[in-house]
Structures are given as structure tokens and as C-alpha cells.
């Protein structure tokens, strides 16, 4: 038998679900609750499989009450139940698995129901075949990495099956680009505030952070990442160990001493700078350090390196820094003794049109 609990400020509206879901049967009514607040902590403690929850209470969002009792409860599912039409397409938005009009029809319950039977029947079939990966403290802090994420350059990440994820908005992508970047280190709601929404007052930058929470847990929790997101002591983190990033790749190549044919593999893994494309003013310093530890190890390699990885590694220095006469001057040369005329012709032209720029 499944566990809901039920939150409404009518308490009529409480009385009249309670019945119709004894009616129905296969649910346990484990607690009802006029205010979100009251919720939380019975919400935490039973672990309910639903909540049926009222989107429009005095002084309570929807959305950011889903997302307060979804931080306590993740594995539960949200059916909301209202009075009002207009809140349907934000209620799906939410991946919400059912919309309840007042009155509820108990037909629309039962269907309501079946679609969280399915959607619990797959879920169960995902974890029994091992779809599901297990968080860092279950698997005694061996990591997992099914998920592949991209930050040089443009931000992407990728499902296990290859698949590019979509995000629901700009905010909602930064949010997780944040939590990422502080690598599974808890960080407080209020730098979170500062860094993403600087330019609203508290009150509004509140429901905007606990919106776009809400969008991120959603889209982990549907792709079978129900953890993904944890929170305590007023702060947040994710458990970046599932996540394997180019970074991460591009490290393990430093790491070790390269031989030419690893240069090789190695120099195209640097495809831009840190979040180049998204450019977050809070990842300034880290996208420097990465780019300036980058051209350094460029620099050490290019003693000896064969001539065509040297010019190889001299076009990406000159990409990253143009300005800089010398890399020019030892690209010519390089190319020169590999007998690529042409080659050295286009590189003094690229140096002359610089130094004209620069003029």
C-alpha cells in the first residue's frame, strides 16, 4: 500500500480527498496538514510515495512548496490539487505526475493513481537492473560516472545513453553549473542568491532560486538521479562523483608525463576556456587558473616535442594568446625545418597582420 499525505489550507477539501482515496483503496493516508510548513517535518520522517498538495495557499508558492518538500522527501511524487485552471501548464512544467480539479472527480483520482502506478512500476524495474546508480555514501565513496558533462567551451551534459539534456531554463542551468563548479562542497543559500540573482531583493530571489531547485531536481529525478541534489545545514550540493567532465579527462592527461603520440590525443581536449560561451562572472578565477595552467604546460612540452606536435601546440598558443611575437616566430622556424613552405608563409602573415592591429 502506498503512503500520501495531503496539504490543503481548506480542511473540507482534506476530509473529502481523505474518503475518496479510502474509497478507492491502495492508499494510506499518513497525514493532512492545512499549512507547507507543518508538512516538512512529518514529510521527512514517513517518506510518503505521494503528495497530494493545493499549488494556491496564502503565502505559499506551488512551486517552491514542491521543491521544500521534495528536498525532504525526494522519491516522493507531486499531484497537485486546485481550484484554479490557469496553474495546469506550470503544474506539468514541474513534471507534477497528475493535475486535480476541485471538486476532485473521483474518476480523475483513480486515473491520477494509475499514472503513478506506472511510473512507479518502471521506476522499480530501472533500479532492479541496475539503471539507477547508487549515491557516493552508498557505494562507500566509489565513484560512478554515467553522466558526461562538458565545461570548456560551451556547458553540455550528457545521459548515460549519450543523450544532450535540455534544461528548463537559463537559471536552472546556472544553478547547476554552480554547484558543479564547487566540486560536492556544500554551499550556502545565500552565496547561491548573490551569485545568480544579485540584482533582486531577497524575497524575489527566493522563489526564483527555489524555482529553478525545483526545475533541476525534476530533471535529475526523471532521468533516475533522485539524490542528485542534496541539502542540509542551509546549504546545498550535488554529488558531482557520478558526473565525469572533460576537466577531469583533461587533468588525468596532464597528470602524466606525455610522450608526443599523447600530446597528440591530449591537445584537442581543451575546446575553450572554462564555461567560455556561458562566461559566469563566478567562475572568473577558476576559468583563469585552468587557462594559464593550460598554456604553461603547453610551454614545458614544447622542449621535447616533435616538430609536428610543436606546431601543433604553438596554433594553440597562438589562439589563446596572439599577441605573443615569439610563438610566431617559433611556429616559422618549426614549420620550416619541417619543409612546409607554405605553411611558414602563413604563419609570418598572420604575425605582420597582428602586429598591424596592434599598431
Avoid at 554547484?179 to 531577497?202: A, F, R, S, T
Wanted: glycine share 6%; aromatic share 10%.
Amino acid at each position: 500500500m502506498w503512503k500520501a499525505i495531503l496539504i490543503d489550507d481548506e480542511e473540507i477539501a482534506l476530509d473529502v480527498l481523505d474518503i475518496e482515496l479510502m474509497e478507492i483503496g491502495g492508499v494510506e493516508v499518513v497525514g493532512k496538514f492545512q499549512l507547507v510548513t507543518e508538512a516538512l517535518e512529518p514529510c521527512a520522517r514517513l517518506q510518503p510515495d505521494l503528495i497530494f498538495l493545493d499549488i494556491e495557499m496564502p503565502g505559499t508558492n506551488g512551486i517552491a512548496a514542491a521543491e521544500m518538500l521534495f528536498a525532504r522527501c525526494p522519491d516522493a511524487e507531486i499531484i497537485y490539487v486546485t481550484a484554479h485552471h490557469q496553474y495546469a501548464i506550470d503544474a506539468f512544467d514541474t513534471n507534477a505526475i497528475g493535475y486535480l480539479l476541485k471538486p476532485v472527480a473521483k474518476e480523475r483520482l483513480i486515473k491520477a493513481l494509475a499514472r503513478f502506478a506506472d511510473l512507479h512500476e518502471r521506476k522499480t524495474k530501472r533500479i532492479g537492473n541496475g539503471l539507477v546508480p547508487p549515491s557516493a555514501e552508498q557505494t562507500g565513496g566509489r565513484e560512478e560516472s554515467p553522466l558526461s558533462l562538458k565545461v570548456l567551451g560551451s556547458m553540455e551534459l550528457y545521459a548515460a545513453d549519450g543523450r544532450l539534456m535540455t534544461w528548463r531554463t537559463k537559471k536552472t542551468k546556472e544553478l547547476f553549473a554552480l554547484l558543479w563548479h564547487y566540486q560536492g562542497q556544500p554551499v550556502y543559500k545565500y552565496v547561491i542568491l548573490e551569485e545568480l540573482w544579485p540584482e533582486y531583493p531577497v524575497e524575489r530571489s527566493q522563489r526564483l532560486f527555489h524555482t529553478s531547485l525545483y526545475y533541476l531536481r525534476s530533471m535529475f529525478k526523471s532521468e533516475g538521479y533522485p539524490d542528485m541534489v542534496m541539502y542540509g545545514d542551509e546549504r546545498y550540493w550535488i554529488h558531482s562523483s557520478i558526473i565525469q567532465s572533460d576537466i577531469d579527462r583533461l587533468s588525468d592527461h596532464l597528470q602524466a608525463s606525455l610522450s608526443g603520440k599523447e600530446w597528440r590525443e591530449t591537445l584537442p581536449l581543451y575546446t575553450g576556456d572554462y564555461f567560455e560561451t556561458e562566461h559566469y562572472q563566478w567562475a572568473n578565477a577558476r576559468r583563469m587558473e585552468l587557462r594559464l595552467t593550460w598554456i604553461s604546460s603547453m610551454v614545458q612540452a614544447l622542449d621535447n616535442a616533435e616538430d609536428d606536435v610543436q606546431s601543433m601546440i604553438l596554433r594553440q598558443l597562438i589562439r589563446l594568446e596572439p599577441n605573443r611575437e615569439e610563438y610566431y616566430d617559433m611556429l616559422f622556424d618549426c614549420l620550416n625545418r619541417a619543409g612546409d613552405q607554405a605553411g611558414a608563409r602563413q604563419t609570418k602573415a598572420m604575425k605582420e597582420r597582428m602586429l598591424l592591429e596592434e599598431a
